[in-house]
């Protein structure tokens, strides 16, 4: 199965960033909430000692990339929620969802809107087929509550001549339960998924995560810390917490992909 993936992110402490990281698996937090390049707000991440870190920028500008390709293979690098057993009012529970997502859509069909209204671009300097006008402060709130009329982020397709809406993406805790992803939107509607067993390509050898058959980046065929430290890389076990992309006005209304 292919998907075209984006970044997406979710807040745990308000207005904060996760800072960037690549070498430890403990998570803390930055202060640092002024730059559109960071990690989008709440997104546990690995942690490293410093959020501005030149090196671990562009490895999270290539993960960036990497998950935004036109034809990412899934495989060990995404794990996705199982599609449950339908139960009575989860159909009018997700229509519900994707008329709120609908009416977020409306009114930021011209992303200046969506500008003036807090939302920032999310590595706007990074070539991507789809961005991230990401709300800090609806992704903190996501940490704590669903609010269907709050979208982490809003999913814009680059346009020769700016911005073209094409849908919302919503967020919840890297630790949430199966059953509370349930809550927020049906399981037998919907798959909430998670970017997982990442192996960055040692420095000086980030082009290798580009060539035919990788072994570094999601596309990559590393997938364990042992053969990731054994070929040089840095492992992260789990990149971001849940996501999940919603198309409204699409026919495939919750497909996890770039158009």
Not at 86 to 100: H, I
Request: one cysteine or more; charged letters at 20%.
């Amino acid at each position: 199965m292919k998907s075209k993936l984006s970044m997406a992110l979710l807040g745990m402490t308000c207005l904060l960033f996760i800072r960037l990281a690549i070498a430890q698996d403990q998570h803390h937090h930055s202060p640092d909430g002024t730059h559109d390049d960071h990690s989008m707000s709440g997104m546990e991440m690995p942690n490293d000692s410093s959020s501005s870190n030149p090196a671990g920028e562009q490895e999270l500008n290539a993960a960036t990339r990497l998950m935004t390709s036109h034809h990412m293979d899934m495989g060990p690098h995404m794990k996705m929620t199982e599609l449950r057993k339908p139960q009575p009012g989860d159909q009018e529970r997700a229509k519900l969802v994707v008329e709120q997502a609908r009416r977020v859509m409306e009114k930021y069909q011209d992303y200046h809107a969506a500008l003036n209204d807090g939302f920032k671009i999310f590595l706007p300097n990074v070539p991507q087929h789809q961005y991230h006008f990401t709300n800090y402060w609806y992704g903190f709130e996501a940490g704590f509550r669903f609010n269907p009329e709050h979208p982490t982020s809003l999913l814009y397709d680059k346009t020769p001549d700016g911005y073209k809406l094409a849908g919302v993406m919503y967020t919840a805790p890297a630790k949430a339960s199966v059953s509370e992803l349930n809550v927020r939107i049906p399981l037998s509607i919907a798959q909430w998924h998670e970017h997982v067993n990442f192996c960055f390509p040692p420095k000086g050898r980030e082009s290798e995560a580009w060539q035919k058959s990788p072994k570094f980046g999601m596309a990559g065929s590393i997938s364990t810390r042992e053969a990731c430290e054994e070929a040089g890389g840095k492992f992260v076990p789990l990149l971001f917490g849940w996501m999940v992309h919603v198309y409204p006005n699409d026919k495939d209304v919750w497909a996890m992909g770039v158009h």
